[in-house]
């Protein structure tokens, strides 16, 4: 018979780095979640990731367990890694703070393709394209894709 889920809670911690302060603790702890037991597993799974932000997802249900399943760094924070930048620029459609090839935006692409709304390499270029565009990083040259 399955568990009766009692909700979800979204959360964006560093690989390898989960602790019961804020903001793990006090989310998990207003649920009645373990919070040790999450931090240690946590903690297990992401070792080979530490120091990169990582969502995760937590399913907790009625009975206090909980399962969660751990995503893909944001497309933002690999484009600043790729960059070389701390943050994006303050003012994207005047203050360009970086350039990037597509070969690097068909990296993350690719990185990033379970985790995006999307079925094709092409469409997930596009998309990391755009979140670079927001962000103040020019991708350099012409899209090769076959459009």
């Given at each position: 018979m399955a568990k009766e889920v009692a909700g979800q809670i979204k959360l964006q911690i560093k690989g390898g780095a989960a602790n019961p302060s804020p903001p793990v603790g006090p989310a998990l702890g207003s649920k009645g979640i373990n919070i040790m037991e999450f931090c240690k597993q946590f903690n297990a799974r992401t070792q080979e990731k530490a120091g990169k932000i990582l969502p995760v997802v937590i399913t907790y249900y009625a009975d206090k367990t909980f399962d969660f399943v751990v995503k893909t760094p944001p497309v933002a924070i690999q484009l600043l890694e790729v960059s070389k930048q701390k943050s994006g620029s303050a003012e994207p459609n005047r203050k360009?703070?970086?350039?990037?090839?597509w070969d690097q935006v068909k990296a993350i692409a690719e990185d990033k393709m379970v985790d995006l709304n999307c079925f094709t390499v092409d469409s997930a270029?596009?998309?990391?394209?755009?979140?670079?565009?927001?962000?103040?990083?020019?991708?350099?040259?012409?899209?090769?894709?076959?459009?």
């Amino acid at each position: 018979m399955a568990k009766e889920v009692a909700g979800q809670i979204k959360l964006q911690i560093k690989g390898g780095a989960a602790n019961p302060s804020p903001p793990v603790g006090p989310a998990l702890g207003s649920k009645g979640i373990n919070i040790m037991e999450f931090c240690k597993q946590f903690n297990a799974r992401t070792q080979e990731k530490a120091g990169k932000i990582l969502p995760v997802v937590i399913t907790y249900y009625a009975d206090k367990t909980f399962d969660f399943v751990v995503k893909t760094p944001p497309v933002a924070i690999q484009l600043l890694e790729v960059s070389k930048q701390k943050s994006g620029s303050a003012e994207p459609n005047r203050k360009k703070i970086s350039e990037i090839t597509w070969d690097q935006v068909k990296a993350i692409a690719e990185d990033k393709m379970v985790d995006l709304n999307c079925f094709t390499v092409d469409s997930a270029m596009r998309m990391v394209a755009g979140t670079a565009r927001s962000m103040g990083i020019t991708v350099k040259g012409e899209f090769p894709g076959n459009n």
